[in-house]
């Protein structure tokens, strides 16, 4: 959407607030021993506290208020009593919903925990990368721009992104124009970013694999070499200037 006017504005302000408040105490509240199903349960009661209606359960008819992604899984993973939470484990949580006709976006991979297995550095990586991208968004400025700096940065940090998961517009609806930002350089893509429109920027970093596979039971994307994959995701206004974040409240950059 774009914004024209100033009631637009703090709709969007209000449910961005209410799914970065939610991710920020799902990521808080989530431990060793813990299932994703409660998780996300706990998720939801928040989102329902702000009045918020969970955005893949209204779009999609999706099995749960929020996505909960662990270890080999990429992205959409069904929240579920039998997936039991460890310490170590990378975990990616994706809050969106609605609130008053306006819809926002946002998510965040972190280590559970100790980092006993190494993720560090491609949590670490795909935050710093999300805050490089953001930063560098202007009106009139090429989506492919962004993509190739989001690419080029995952390289030089020995890493790779997934090509087949992208950001996207949002504000009326879940996902809308433009519908694909990606985080690689498409030289055929030459819409540009448009002042005071309404999008979620994420990333997608991977430690080898460049796309995401359906895992069979319609809706997780996993990889299917056994690499991993972080992504962190905010809901931004466009401007002349640096862009207007939000989701800040979420803490990903904390």
Known sequence: ?????ESELEGMKKISEAVAITLSKMRAYAQPGMSTKELDEFGGAI????????????TYGFPGWTCISTNNEVAHGIPSEHK????????NIDVSAELGGFWSDNGGSFVLGSDTQKHGHLVESSK?????????????IRISEIGHL?????KKAGLTVIRNLVGHGVGRSLHEAPNEIPCYYD?????????????????FISTGAKYAVEK??????????????????????????????LTADNGIWN
């Open 1 to 5: 959407m774009s914004i024209t006017h």
């Open 47 to 58: 989102l329902t506290a702000f009045g918020a209606r969970s955005a893949p359960l209204l």
């Open 84 to 91: 039991i939470l460890k310490e170590g484990d990378l975990v």
């Open 128 to 140: 710093d990368i999300l805050y490089k991208a953001i930063s560098n968004i202007r009106g009139g």
């Open 150 to 154: 989001i690419e080029k940065e995952a």
């Open 187 to 203: 030289r055929f893509n030459r819409t540009r970013f448009k002042k005071n429109s309404v999008v979620a920027i994420e990333t």
């Open 216 to 245: 069979g039971d319609g809706w997780t994307y996993i990889t299917n070499d056994g690499s991993f994959v972080a992504q962190h995701e905010h809901t931004i206004v466009v401007t002349d200037d640096v862009p207007m974040i």
